[in-house]
């Protein structure tokens, strides 16, 4: 027996460690991670039980109850034959040129699955949080971190070269002409956004990432795209200012977006369509679209059909099935007690500061301010985003429904 004094963590977790088995569909195992699995498996008696006695008297999670069973009818999902996601498809293979690309801009964001080469986000400012700002940063990259990409990576080639094969294969399954090569010309485009990319390092000191930019200096920056006619169109003004988390990105973005580029932009968004579609549509396309997951993750199995008809109903329906689950294993009761709880803490913070005698009156002041403007949340929500009373599920595919 490992002694207290020698190994605290072996000591204390001993007899959990001797039993602990990681699932053969994830990549870890800890006591939270265990929590999870009993919450699954509540979760999925409680959706199959109202998938035969529908919730008929709670409209949203009504729908999410449609959505489930949609999700978890494999007959249909097999026998799909693709043709929405075809069509997607078709919106970029119809782009014959990169002056196609920068007229139909604000008809792929409005009208289309495609990923574009950049991303533009209405959120809350961080330095100003009444408001809201347009964030502008760049595509996320194939590989976990920047780090991957070094020469010296024991993991790059393999990863890459196993996400192209992967690639090309889900492309084929929509019968794409030349599937292969737009598979590797897709990862020829990733390649070049490696050194404009933040590093984890980077991102994780998120505030020092927080770059506003004038509108007029941020317009006039770009050569290649009209951003001043793409930002009035996406959000029908002209904002003070554009914040730019990906300095690198931005400084960089006419020397990777554009014309000489196009051939591999316009791959990579064919990639992109594909592979967000495959958790959408059949068995096999699930389990190609997972598969690369599974590869970096050192997965053994993919998630099962009932596992994966919950993830993807949680994915759409979050705080629905949050609501449903917070009131039926935590209750009203529950959450009023923490709530009593937490304000008894943040008085207790507020005494502690005021008597506090090296801080000055005007950060104690602050302090006791912020203390009193807090916000709890516990457990579940009080009420829904209005966002989930106008989701319906309709008759069309489930993919259709999805997107």
């Not at 929590?35 to 199959?48: P, S, Y």
């Not at 500061?353 to 005007?362: C, Y």
């Not at 950060?363 to 009420?383: C, H, Q, R, W």
Request: charged share 30%; net charge negative.
């Amino acid at each position: 027996m490992t002694r207290i004094q020698d190994d605290l963590f072996i000591a204390v977790n001993a007899e959990w460690l001797a039993q602990a088995q990681i699932p053969s569909d994830k990549p870890r195992i800890s006591a939270f991670d265990e929590l999870v699995l009993i919450n699954e498996k509540n979760l999925t008696a409680d959706l199959q039980k109202m998938s035969v006695e529908l919730p008929e008297d709670n409209p949203e999670l009504l729908e999410a109850i449609k959505f489930y069973n949609k999700a978890g009818d494999w007959e249909a999902r097999n026998n799909s034959d693709f043709s929405s996601v075809s069509k997607e498809l078709d919106k970029v293979q119809k782009l014959e040129s990169f002056e196609d690309f920068r007229e139909h801009l604000l008809d792929l964001v409005f009208h289309s699955q495609a990923s574009l080469p950049f991303s533009m986000n209405v959120e809350a400012d961080m330095k100003d949080a009444v408001h809201h700002s347009l964030g502008f940063i760049g595509p996320d990259l194939i590989l976990p971190d920047t780090t991957y990409y070094s020469e010296e990576h024991p993991r790059k080639r393999e990863l890459l070269e196993f996400w192209q094969k992967n690639s090309g294969d889900i492309l084929e399954k929509f019968h794409l002409e030349d599937a292969r090569e737009i598979a590797a010309k897709a990862v020829a485009f990733d390649s070049l956004l490696v050194d404009s990319a933040n590093t984890s390092e980077e991102w994780a000191k998120y505030a020092e990432l927080y770059h506003p930019v004038p509108f007029e200096e941020f317009v006039d920056h770009f050569e290649n795209i009209d951003f001043r006619a793409f930002v009035k169109g996406l959000v029908h003004t002209e904002p003070e200012k554009i914040v730019v988390f990906e300095k690198r990105f931005y400084e960089n973005f006419d020397s990777i977006v554009n014309e000489e580029n196009w051939p591999l932009i316009k791959a990579w968004m064919l990639v992109k369509i594909a592979r967000k579609a495959s958790g959408l549509l059949s068995d096999e396309l699930r389990l190609l679209g997972s598969a690369y997951g599974r590869f970096l993750s050192n997965v053994a199995e993919a998630r099962s059909q009932e596992k994966h008809q919950l993830d993807i109903t949680e994915g759409y329906f979050s705080q629905v099935i949050g609501l449903f689950y917070g009131l039926k294993y935590f209750g009203e009761e529950a959450k009023s007690d923490v709530k009593r709880m937490t304000s008894e803490m943040i008085k207790v913070y507020q005494e502690r500061l005021d008597k506090n005698e090296w801080l000055s009156r005007a950060t104690i002041d602050k302090a006791i301010e912020k203390l009193s403007a807090i916000t709890v949340f516990i457990g579940y929500p009080d009420k829904l985003p209005e966002i989930y009373s106008k989701l319906k599920v309709g008759s069309g595919s489930l993919y259709e429904d999805a997107c």
